[in-house]
């Protein structure tokens, strides 16, 4: 960024130069930006995904409660209207698009194993049957 005229005098009683300054911006934490919109990978259970669940997720004013729809999947993408970035001196704001990824269990256990084999044998068909070329 260049801010003319707040330099030092190239000379004593010369007029002064710019003052050049350069900028890092750290990506976010959680949030990656686009335009005015953001978008957020968030992680959800299993059960949350599959019986639907309210649940608080962060926005750049504040916790606000998200309602995760039932049988949700991985990757779904839900759209928080207004929930963006503002445009500097306006109202109006971009909007936040809620990724979900859903979490399953990395534990090993005879139960964690039972459960996930009820709901293999409860998936509907070939989940990878429209794959084809």
Known sequence: MRIAGQGQSAAPGGPRGDLLLLIHVRPHPFFRR???DLHLHLPITAG??????RIRIPTPDGFVTLKVPAHTQSGQVLRLK????????????GDLYVRFDVRLPTS?????????DTLESATDGDVRAALTL
């Open 108 to 116: 090993e256990s005879a139960d964690v194993r039972e459960a996930i």
């Open 48 to 53: 949350e995904a599959y019986k639907g669940a």
């Open 82 to 93: 207004s929930k963006g970035v503002p445009k500097r001196g306006e109202s109006d704001a």
């Open 34 to 36: 686009e335009g005015r």
